[in-house]
């Protein structure tokens, strides 16, 4: 039975931080990386003809799992990585991490338990690389990929930097057109690369899109990221990759014969922020490569060296990205004039403000800022984009969504301007504001204000101008208005017409509102009906990848058209289930088949048994909530036979045991003490009584334990009786597409419930004036002096 996928990454990431030791989660990503690589080499390229790599006699995987347990392991598993990087150019690249360090990996028999655990944990079937690449379903990619996330995440502060989260990586690249790449001749450059992420993410766009591979260049100055980058590349299929570790600013490598930068198609970057030493080893001044013939940005900030470094990297048609903080687009001084220059030749085609705390080196909100030369000159605007409230909190950083990404992707490439979120702003308007590309100078992004009617809270009445406000709800439901509101004795105020209670049933029972929840549920329907053969026809090899995107860009378009719904929330919620639940049952069935029974056991991960029993048993089901609900009955009366009678001198109160409680030996032994006791029939009855009870309790628990069992024993032999068409009805219609139908009412209610609030809210506001209001704290107070008059107090 196939691994799920969730659980096989949840599961390495645990063993592996377990295992950390007396090192930081920056100095352990590096031993584990490396366990990975050659995992994954050993798997892929071991003892086959004309491969990529060379993996030697005794340098592969297998190699280090027969050294578990061995006293001398972390020695050893030195020379297995040395021969392997030997063999292969990979000298300081893979043999970085030391395996023999006591310091950071413990002495004697503890750094042999700890090597021999990490070793075990990457020997899992799950982790098979041999037929890895699915068309893009990667699963070293994706083990790689959420390693990489927690070991950022728990680098701390300073030294996350070598990670670019995978959402703004992929922003960055659909942003660019990398997806367009028309010739395999097309490249790619990072000109600080960390650990090669954003370029990993920029080749899988182009690759995906286009099945082009294109060449991937990429400069790091730090040694061990540089290794790793380099350890990724070939990871990620991309071994032909060049990575070059120096300064790109002070030393770049990449350049043409006639000793000029070379340029590239396409450039990614997420520079270090506002770094002071930038200008080290070179004198910016006097820069052989040209690059800052817009202005030489200030001695202690770097932001604008990397930028103009970039811009000279690319072609006259070529396109870039760069993550850079806020600063860069209001900042004055030198940076103001080459912002002001570079905007002139029209250079920068868009600029991105994301959300704060995405990124692990820093907390503070950064932008992406979108370089195009091709037509620069012919540019009369720059596309903004306010992203910054579109996130969702994941541990201690925010992260940006799938609806988040499509959302940007969208209004970037389509040029489309939503309020409040995307603007093409004219060149003529950055001129007037002084070339200042600080992103609220274009777009307002704050809530309006909620402002207060003082002549309704003098006078009453709901302000019509209120009621406007709620306009896009009034063009899909006009009478519901009209059943909602009457005019009110002055102009310009309504009055409700019926209680504030009452509000939500009117909306819900109005016909408009039903007509409404069934465009939605037709909407859906629409796209179930389209999608069912995709889900159905999910075969052993099938493309999980491919699957997901077909079935969710099908559901943004349908629910594109639906007003008042946000079909990107709509496509969060599928985005949303595919990550929790589908992603792993896909992978499974792409493994093993619509299968109800795998090696003569019941494949409950994919059919949980609850769907057997809705569907095939669900008289049982009822029966037993029935029997349930008559032993509860039970319980409640002795809870209340204990509340009325077994307090202190209560009639019950003998029987309980030393822990106050009743059971069936306590209640006998105490009937067996008052058996000739002639005072006692009260007693004897009470407890007679609830030993019945106690009787019928365990009868009733008997009978419901006894259905459940014959239940349990149905649902098991009834996955035996399951079809493939039985299997694709129960997880396609009753699993996938009930949940999915679930989560799209729950955005219809959303509608209502914001609708309904909004009203309530106007209702209560203003639902006493202020005369009424004086006039009943007027009459309070005179009661008040009434009653301290009576008690005898003076009150002035």
Avoid at 47 to 55: H, T
Avoid at 81 to 92: D, Q, V
Avoid at 381 to 409: W, Y
Avoid at 590 to 602: L, R
């Amino acid at each position: 039975m196939a691994i799920k996928k969730s659980e096989l990454y949840s599961s390495l990431w645990k063993g592996c931080d377990e295992l950390r030791g007396g090192m930081d989660a920056s100095q352990y990503k590096d031993y584990v990386l490396v366990l990975l690589f050659v995992k994954y080499v050993s798997d892929r390229y071991a003892g086959r003809k004309d491969a990529l790599l060379d993996v030697p006699a005794g340098g592969s995987f297998s190699d280090m799992v027969a050294l578990k347990g061995d006293k001398e392991i972390g020695d050893k598993l030195n020379k297995i990585i040395s021969r392997l990087a030997e063999a292969n150019e990979l000298k300081g690249v893979i043999d970085v991490a030391d395996f023999n360090d006591p310091e950071k990996l413990g002495k004697g028999k503890e750094m042999v338990d700890r090597l021999s655990n990490l070793v075990a944990i990457f020997d899992t079937p799950g982790l098979d690389f041999r037929s890895n690449r699915a068309e893009g379903d990667d699963i070293l990619g994706d083990a790689y990929e959420y390693l990489m996330r927690h070991f950022a995440t728990e680098s701390g502060k300073s030294k996350g930097q070598f990670y670019t989260p995978a959402e703004v990586s992929r922003v960055m690249a659909k942003v660019i057109g990398i997806g367009t790449a028309k010739s395999a001749d097309q490249t790619i450059y990072d000109p600080t690369c960390g650990s090669g992420s954003l370029l990993i993410k920029a080749h899988d766009e182009a690759k995906g899109a286009t099945r082009l591979d294109l060449t991937i260049y990429g400069q790091e100055m730090d040694n061990a990221t540089s290794a790793l980058a380099k350890m990724n590349m070939i990871l990620h299929d991309c071994p032909t990759a060049e990575i070059w570790k120096d300064n790109s600013l002070s030393s770049p490598h990449f350049k043409q014969a006639n000793g000029a930068l070379k340029i590239f198609d396409f450039v990614v970057a997420n520079p270090p922020f506002s770094t002071k030493a930038w200008s080290n080893g070179f004198d910016p001044a006097n820069d052989e490569f040209g690059r800052f013939e817009y202005g030489t940005p200030p001695d202690k900030n770097g932001d604008y060296a990397f930028l103009l470094h970039i811009l000279a990297s690319l072609k006259s048609t070529g396109k870039g990205a760069v993550i850079l903080p806020h600063g860069v687009l209001f900042r004055g001084g030198a940076e103001g004039m080459i912002r002001r220059r570079v905007v002139q030749h029209g250079y920068i085609k868009g600029v991105i403000g994301l959300p704060a705390n995405l990124f692990y080196g820093t907390g503070i909100p950064a932008c992406i800022i979108v370089l195009d030369k091709e037509n620069a000159a012919a540019r009369k605007g720059i596309f903004m984009i306010d992203a910054s409230k579109g996130f969702i909190k994941d541990g201690n950083k925010n992260r940006l969504r799938a609806q988040d990404i499509h959302k940007i992707v969208d209004a970037f490439n389509k040029q489309v301007e939503i309020p409040k979120f995307s603007r093409l702003v004219p060149v003529s308007e950055i001129s007037e504001n002084d070339f200042n590309l600080n992103i609220p100078r274009y777009i307002d992004s704050t809530e309006p204000e909620d402002l207060q009617d003082i002549a309704a809270h003098l006078l009453g009445g709901i302000p019509d101008r209120d009621i406007e406000d709620l306009g896009k709800y009034w063009k899909v439901l006009p009478n519901v208005r009209t059943a909602l509101f009457g005019p009110s004795d002055r102009h310009g105020y309504s009055k409700l017409k019926i209680a504030a209670s009452e509000v939500k049933a009117t909306i819900f029972g109005h016909s408009e509102f039903a007509a409404f929840n069934e465009t939605v549920s037709a909407s859906f329907a629409k796209w179930k009906n389209a999608n069912v053969p995709h889900l159905t026809g999910i075969t052993i090899g099938g493309h999980p990848k491919a699957l997901i995107e077909t079935i969710s860009e099908s559901l943004l378009e349908t629910f594109k058209t639906v007003p008042l719904l946000d079909a990107y929330d709509v496509y969060q919620h599928l985005m949303s289930y595919w990550a929790a639940t589908m992603q792993d049952d896909v992978y499974m069935l792409v493994h093993d088949d619509w299968t109800a029974v795998i090696d003569g056991e019941p494949n409950i991960d994919l059919i949980p048994p609850p769907l057997i029993v809705d569907r095939y048993f669900a008289d049982n089901a009822k029966a037993i909530e029935q029997f349930e609900a008559d032993r509860d009955a039970v319980t409640r009366q002795m809870e209340e036979l204990d509340e009325e009678h077994g307090g202190e001198e209560g009639l019950l109160s003998e029987a309980k045991t030393e822990k106050g409680k009743l059971n069936k030996i306590s209640v006998k032994a105490r009937l067996a003490e008052i058996k000739a006791d002639r005072d006692a029939a009260d007693e004897r009855k009470m407890l007679n009584d609830y030993l019945e009870l106690i009787e019928q309790e365990a009868a009733a628990n008997k009978k419901v334990k006894d259905a459940q069992k014959a239940l349990d024993a149905k649902v098991i032999s009834q996955y035996g009786k399951l079809t493939e068409a039985d299997v694709k009805t129960l997880v396609a219609e009753d699993k996938w597409l009930a949940i999915l139908a679930t989560d799209v009412q729950t955005e219809l209610d959303r509608v209502s419930e914001a609708l309904t609030g909004r009203i309530k809210e106007l209702a209560d506001r203003y639902a006493t004036p202020l005369p009424k209001l004086t006039d009943e704290v007027e009459a309070l107070s005179a009661r008040v002096d009434e009653h301290l008059k009576k008690m005898g107090v003076a009150w002035n």
